[in-house]
């Protein structure tokens, strides 16, 4: 490993391994070439300051100018620069007395960018190779002493002390050999009579010409000389300039003319013919240009590329039919065109993006590169409207893709952003490139009902579990962020919490009943269904569902009056004098179930005779069909059934005792009453002959009462201790509806109760009808009563 130190800026080399690092924050390295794969060049995050713990985080990297080979990469692990591709000074950059590699440290979040120069020094690892293996050499016997003879000059790959040094000539007796240095540096050698030739004595001779380097260990290479003694030419090609210049631009047709050189003779014949090569030609530049070896023409033999190649520097050799040869120099200056389109490069993408990101947040980072020079490298870079992103210009050629508005992946799940580089060239080029960036999710969107509220019908003695209907919410979310996951909110229907009345499923929607419901106990309720997401936070939202329970026909109707519980029974009197159509009494009667399950009908099913009696359909009332006769039955016994109108329909049964009479004294006791319907009419037939007989001494006072009566045209019986029934014998809960079986608002009925009698309960109904008889027509149990009434001479008579 080498060392390690800072300089000021502009300092120069200290040491090889030595790296400087000048004020502006840029970073230099010297390595030697060759180096291993994995070799350590130096800490880089230390030498910049970097946080070591970060550099993973951000993404560090090497990146080169022109995106070529990676010779080098950074250890995330020590901050340490180390090589990572075999570095070649030779090809990277040929006989440059100064070689740098020019890397860029690229960091991220937020970006940073440092050059990184490092200096790749020389190693000896060329050895010198002259062009031939045999140099042939003819020289005129009349050369002089001293003469000297151009050598081949040796090429070593490498440069400095490692290039070529020296030349050494095989001792012999004709030659020494002479050191010279061209431009440049470069050193050649020439060979130097030393003792003039005889042609009878020798006519060909060879010499070993060995050049070396200066490296260590010392490389070296060796060429033939094969010297051929001829007769005198004392003239060399001359050319007309020393140095030739020309410029090509790139691209150029194969067999272009590029320059056509030309040399001179003075000598005739075979010793003025001049022959046209080159000298040395490097191993790259080889197939790029041929010279004609007669005409002196230089054409274009190989691809032109500016890019890879900006000039060119060539040994032009003339020589002379007999081997006397003179030398110039070829430079062909290459002119850049517009021939490559920008380059565009993807550095770094966040992708996918959450659609929550604030506008101006950094989603990527794009490196643009022209491999063209000056105007035609000017890139201008642009992006397609109407998306959401625009291209920020950055550090040198990079740009930072930026985030203009906010973004809604419910609109928008992914965008095809395509980037547009364009130079300045003429005509200038472009190119383009897509990047796909996609949307994540963000639990930005609760869910919504599709009803605002719902509503469910359930008949009453439903089965628990059964189905009463199906809420949905949608969620525009995506995978557990629109996940909908439904319940029940906690509340309280009728004191009992909601969830022992209904279940949800939280997967459907579904809602069920839990238990079975009781139009009677209630007939609606609400509750509240909460729709809540799988995301987090969680989102809900709620919707209101209405319950209504329908009726079903389950209750039988309810006979009020008469009442069947107790062990009396109640009578009601029906004066003699009754005239068809006159209400007898009334049947009251009431279903807990509503609406048409609650619409009752009366019908007499049992009666002692049967065309004396009727009752309204729907009223209930009891009327007579006929006036009474004499031969009518006093007891009467009516079995009524009342029913509904349900399907299938409900009944329930009463019976109703009548008593024909118009005096009390007929009464018989009422615990010896009897109804049974086969022989009623002979228990009416003694009634009658009893009271006759009782009553027979007080004919004058019946024959009173009888035209009291006939005035009247209804009797009129009071007794004492009646008993109104309160109002608080209906049940609250059976309401007044008008034609289903209760009291209707045309008749207003007032019922009273015996006191005195020890067995039975008589009650007299009173109408507001015309044909209803007189409600203070009742009984009375104390004899002084009746006085009041038969002696009650003042009061005005009704007519009959």
Request: glycine content about 6%; some cysteine.
């Amino acid at each position: 490993m080498g060392h390690s130190g800072f300089a000021p800026r502009c300092c120069g080399l200290a040491f090889i391994f030595l790296f400087l690092r000048p004020a502006c924050g840029d970073v230099s390295y010297s390595i030697t070439e060759e180096m291993k794969p994995g070799s350590v060049i130096g800490n880089i995050a230390k030498d910049l300051g970097l946080d070591l713990g970060k550099l993973s985080t951000r993404r560090v990297r090497i990146d080169t100018e022109d995106n070529s080979v990676q010779y080098c990469s950074v250890n995330l692990n020590t901050g340490e620069l180390i090589v990572h591709e075999r570095i070649d000074r030779e090809a990277l950059c040929a006989k440059k007395a100064s070689c740098v590699l020019k890397l860029e440290l690229v960091l991220e979040n937020p970006l940073e960018l440092h050059r990184v120069n490092i200096r790749v020094e020389d190693i000896n690892d060329n050895s010198p190779q002259f062009k031939e293996e045999l140099l042939k050499i003819e020289i005129q016997e009349s050369a002089i002493k001293g003469a000297r003879f151009l050598l081949d000059e040796a090429h070593d790959g490498d440069i400095g002390e490692n290039a070529v040094q020296g030349y050494s000539l095989q001792a012999n007796d004709h030659f020494k050999l002479n050191l010279n240095t061209k431009g440049g540096g470069r050193k050649y050698g020439e060979l130097v009579l030393d003792k003039e030739l005889d042609r009878e004595d020798k006519r060909e001779m060879t010499l070993l010409l060995t050049a070396f380097d200066g490296g260590s260990p010392r490389r070296s290479g060796t060429i033939v000389i094969h010297v051929t003694v001829l007769d005198a030419n004392d003239n060399v090609p001359v050319f007309s300039k020393a140095v030739y210049k020309a410029s090509l631009p790139e691209n150029s047709h194969l067999d272009t003319v590029v320059i056509t050189v030309s040399a001179s003779d003075a000598d005739e014949g075979v010793n003025g013919e001049v022959t046209y090569g080159f000298d040395h030609v490097s191993d790259e530049n080889n197939n790029v240009f041929t010279l004609h070896p007669k005409t002196g023409e230089v054409r274009v033999a190989g691809p032109i590329d500016y890019e890879k190649e900006s000039s060119y520097e060539m040994q032009i050799s003339a020589k002379d039919g007999l081997g006397l040869a003179s030398y110039a120099t070829l430079v062909v200056e290459i002119i850049d065109i517009n021939d490559n389109a920008p380059l565009i490069y993807e550095k770094s993408l966040t992708n996918p993006i959450a659609e929550n990101v604030l506008p101006g947040t950094e989603v990527g980072i794009i490196n643009v590169q022209d491999r063209d020079s000056e105007k035609n490298r000017q890139v201008r870079c642009s992006i397609q409207p109407n998306v959401p992103f625009k291209l920020v210009p950055s550090i040198k050629n990079y740009y930072s893709l930026v985030s203009t508005a906010h973004l809604d992946r419910e609109l928008v799940s992914e965008y095809n952003i395509t980037i547009t580089a364009t130079d300045e060239g003429s005509p200038p080029l472009s190119s383009s490139k897509t990047v796909h960036l996609s949307v994540a999710d963000v639990n930005d969107n609760p869910p919504v009902f599709e009803e605002q509220s719902y509503s469910a019908y359930v008949t009453e003695n439903n089965k628990p579990g059964s189905t009463l209907c199906s809420v949905a919410a949608r969620d525009p979310d995506w995978r557990q962020n629109g996940t909908v996951i439904y319940s029940l909110l906690a509340a309280e229907v009728n004191g009992a919490p909601v969830s022992s009345y209904l279940s949800v499923n939280g997967d459907t929607g579904v809602i069920h009943a839990v238990r079975s419901f009781d139009y009677e106990h209630f007939r609606s309720f609400k509750v509240h269904v909460m729709a809540r997401d799988n995301g987090s936070p969680p989102l809900s939202s709620n919707v209101s569902v209405s319950v209504f329970i329908t009726d079903v026909n389950d209750n039988s109707p309810q006979i009020l009056y008469p009442s069947p519980e107790g062990n009396s029974f109640m009578t009601e009197l029906v004066p003699k004098a009754a005239h068809g159509g006159s209400l007898v009494s009334k049947v009251i009667a009431v279903d807990a179930d509503s609406g048409q399950n609650a619409w009752l009908s009366y019908q007499i099913i049992k009666s002692t005779d049967p065309g004396l009696f009727t009752i309204g359909l729907h009223s209930g009332e009891i009327r007579t069909q006929r006036d009474i006769s004499e031969s009518d039955s006093m007891k009467q016994n009516l079995i009524v059934a009342v029913k509904d109108n349900g399907q299938p329909s409900l009944s329930a049964t009463c019976t109703m005792y009548l008593l024909i009479s118009d005096n009390l004294a007929e009464v018989p006791e009422l615990k010896d009453i009897s109804y049974d319907e086969n022989n009623s009419k002979l228990t009416f037939y003694l009634i009658i002959a009893l009271v006759c007989v009782s009553t027979f001494f007080l004919t004058f006072i019946i024959i009173i009462l009888g035209v009291r009566f006939c005035r009247r045209r209804k009797p009129r019986l009071l007794f004492d201790g009646a008993v109104a029934i309160p109002s608080a014998y209906l049940p609250p809960n059976y309401a007044e509806v008008d034609g289903t079986g209760t009291l209707r608002s045309a008749y207003n009925y007032d019922a009273y109760l015996t006191t005195g009698s020890r067995t039975s309960d008589f009650k007299f109904v009173s109408s507001y009808n015309d044909n209803t008889l007189p409600a203070d027509q009742t009984l009375r149990k104390s004899p002084s009563d009746f006085a009041e009434v038969f002696g009650d001479s003042d009061g005005s008579p009704e007519e009959c």
